[in-house]
């Protein structure tokens, strides 16, 4: 019987083991869905930050050719 109560004890252990083991793996993994997630909305606002950009460079520019007639490259 002691032998069937110590493997008993080594079989819970090893599921509480595993257990924590799957527990860790999982915020692990939410983790780097999170900062994945973060680093995409990070690249979205920069391309929208650089299309308003190049929308009011290109406003200007038609805004004020005709005083820049002589700087533009041909």
């Given at each position: 019987?002691?032998?069937?109560k110590?493997?008993?004890?080594?079989?819970?252990?090893?599921?509480?083991?595993?257990?924590?083991?799957?527990?860790?793996?999982?915020?692990?993994?939410?983790?780097?869905?999170?900062e994945?997630?973060?680093?995409?909305k990070?690249?979205?606002?920069e391309?929208?930050?650089?299309?308003?950009?190049?929308q009011?460079?290109?406003?200007?520019?038609?805004?004020?050719?005709?005083?820049?007639?002589?700087?533009?490259?041909?």
């Amino acid at each position: 019987m002691n032998a069937q109560k110590k493997r008993m004890k080594q079989l819970d252990h090893k599921r509480a083991v595993d257990s924590l083991i799957d527990e860790r793996r999982r915020i692990v993994q939410h983790e780097l869905d999170l900062e994945n997630e973060r680093h995409q909305k990070e690249q979205e606002l920069e391309m929208y930050r650089q299309e308003v950009i190049e929308q009011e460079r290109q406003r200007l520019l038609r805004e004020h050719a005709s005083k820049l007639i002589g700087y533009f490259p041909k």
